[in-house]
C-alpha cells in the first residue's frame, strides 16, 4: 500500500485474505462455492461481512430486499454518497470471486482510507446486492432490480424456488429482511468491479476492462406437455415424448443464436424433466432458455423465433407448450463520466486497458437506470466462471481493486 496520491494503491495482501476467508463459507465440492441466496451460509457471508464492516468503523443498514449499505461518512454529510459493491451470493457451482471480490475491494477501498487517514467529501458506502444470481430465486439481480424500480417489492417476495419456499419467507427465515425502504438510499454514482467472466482480456493480457456496455438478457421458461408412459412397451407412433420436443427445440437455440454471430449466445441451463425416471418417457419438461446480445433487435429476434420454431415442434409431436418471459432487460449503455473515471484510473496507474461490453449481467445493470454507474472487469483463468474451478491471478486482482479505488475517489473528493 503506498500513498502517494496519483499512485495511491490498497493493501492487496488483506484483500486476497478477506477473499479466502470468505470463500471458507459455503464451500462447494471441488474447491469452490455453493452460498446461495438466503442459504444459511449466505446468512453466515453476510454476518461475516458485517463484522468487517463495523471493524472498519463503517455503519450497516439493511433494506427490505436484504440488500446491505456499509457507510462511510465523509466531510459533507449533505451529499449523496459514491457506492461500490457487487454480490456474495453465489452459483451452485460457484467461484470464489464473481461477485465477492467487488465486494471486498470496496471494503478494502474503506480500509485503507482508514489506515491513510484519508477522508473524502462525499460519504462512501460499499454494497453488497441479494439475489444477483437469480439461479434460487429467478430472475437475477432480483434486489437492485427493485431498487431500479423494475421489479415490484410484493413481486420480488413471492419468487419462489425449485422447492417452493419464497423469496419473502426465506428473507425471513434467514434474518436479514431489513426495515429501510428499498431506493430510499440514493446515491451519486455506482461502481462494481467485477471479475470478466469471459477470455477475452486474459487472450489479450490486458489488465482492466473499461465497461462501456452491458449485452441485453432475456430468459423464457418453456413447459412442454406430453404423456408419461412405458419407455419399453410404449409403440413409437403411440408417444408424446415431452423430452424429444425439448431436445428438438434445444438445438433450435442454438442454430437461432448462432444465427446471430458473433455476439449472441443462447443456451438452456435450468432443465427439469418429470417423472425423471429412467423407464418412464418425460410427461412434462420445464426449461429456461437464456438469450443474450449487445443488440435488442437480436434478442427480440431470437425469442420470437424460440416461441415459433417451439409451435411447430409441439405440434409436430403431439405436445402442448408454453412460454413464460421469467427476467430480462435492454443492452445496457453506462453512464459515461463514470466510465471516463474508470478509465482515467486504470491510466493513471499504468495498468493494460480496452473497453469492453459485458457479457453477463451485473447488479450495475440496472442500478444504471437510475444512479449514474460503471464497471471495471480483470481478467480470469481461461475466461471460466460460474464453475467451481473459477480462477484468478492476485495481480489481477490487485489492479481492479486499484482502478476501483482511484475511480472512486476521484469521484468522492479527496478532503485529506
Ligand atoms: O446471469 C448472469 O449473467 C449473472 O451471472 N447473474
Ligand atoms: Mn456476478
Ligand atoms: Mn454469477
Known amino acids: 500500500m503506498t500513498d502517494t496520491r496519483d499512485n495511491l494503491q490498497l493493501n492487496a495482501g488483506r484483500l486476497w485474505d478477506s477473499i479466502m476467508d470468505m470463500a471458507k463459507i459455503g464451500p462447494g465440492v471441488a474447491g469452490g462455492n455453493n452460498r446461495q441466496t438466503l442459504t444459511d451460509a449466505d446468512g453466515e457471508g453476510r454476518t461475516l461481512f458485517q463484522t468487517w464492516c463495523e471493524a472498519a468503523g463503517l455503519t450497516v443498514g439493511v433494506d427490505q430486499m436484504g440488500t446491505m449499505y456499509a457507510r462511510r461518512d465523509g466531510t459533507d454529510s449533505s451529499l449523496l454518497p459514491v457506492c461500490a459493491g457487487s454480490h456474495l ?14 465486494v471486498l475491494a470496496a471494503l478494502e477501498i474503506v480500509r485503507t482510507l482508514n489506515d491513510l487517514g484519508i477522508r473524502t467529501r462525499r460519504p462512501i458506502e460499499i454494497i453488497n446486492w441479494t439475489n444477483e444470481e437469480g439461479t434460487r430465486f429467478a430472475p437475477p439481480m432480483l434486489a437492485s ?3 431500479a424500480g423494475v421489479h415490484d417489492l410484493e413481486w420480488a417476495y413471492d419468487r419462489e424456488d425449485g422447492d417452493g419456499a419464497k423469496f419473502g419467507d426465506e428473507l425471513m427465515r434467514v434474518g436479514w429482511k431489513g426495515d429501510e425502504a428499498v431506493g430510499a438510499r440514493k446515491m451519486h454514482a455506482f461502481f462494481e468491479l467485477h471479475i470478466e467472466q469471459g477470455p477475452i482480456l486474459e487472450a ?17 421458461e418453456v413447459t412442454l406437455v406430453g404423456k408419461e408412459s412405458h419407455t419399453g412397451s410404449t409403440p413409437m407412433p403411440m408417444r408424446r415424448n415431452a423430452g424429444l420436443g425439448m431436445a428438438r427445440i434445444l438445438e433450435e437455440v442454438d442454430r437461432i443464436a448462432w444465427s446471430h454471430a458473433p455476439y449472441a449466445v443462447g443456451a438452456a441451463g435450468h432443465v427439469e424433466v418429470f417423472p425423471n425416471s429412467r423407464n418412464v418417457i418425460p410427461g412434462r419438461v420445464v426449461f429456461t432458455v437464456d438469450f443474450r446480445s449487445p443488440d435488442r433487435a437480436a434478442i427480440e429476434d431470437m425469442e420470437s423465433r424460440l416461441r415459433s420454431d417451439g409451435e411447430a415442434i409441439a405440434q409436430d409431436l403431439g405436445l402442448e407448450i408454453s412460454f413464460e418471459k421469467v427476467g430480462g432487460f435492454d443492452p445496457v449503455t453506462f453512464d459515461p463520466d463514470c466510465v471516463a473515471a474508470v478509465r482515467v484510473a486504470a491510466e493513471r496507474l499504468g495498468y493494460s486497458h480496452r473497453d469492453l461490453v459485458s457479457g453477463a449481467g451485473h447488479d450495475a445493470c440496472w442500478v444504471n437506470k437510475v444512479v449514474p454507474s460503471a464497471m471495471v472487469m480483470c481478467p480470469c483463468v481461461d475466461g471460466l466462471s460460474h464453475n467451481e474451478a473459477e480462477e484468478i491471478d492476485p495481480a489481477w486482482a490487485e489492479a481492479g481493486a486499484n482502478v476501483l479505488l482511484h475511480a472512486v475517489l476521484d469521484t468522492a473528493g479527496v478532503v485529506t
Open 89 to 102: 451470493d453465489t452459483q451452485p457451482t460457484g467461484g470464489k470471486y464473481d461477485g465477492v471480490l467487488g
Open 145 to 147: 432490480g427493485v431498487y
Open 204 to 220: 489479450e493480457t490486458t489488465d482492466i476492462g473499461v465497461v462501456t456496455h452491458g449485452q441485453g438478457l432475456s430468459w423464457t
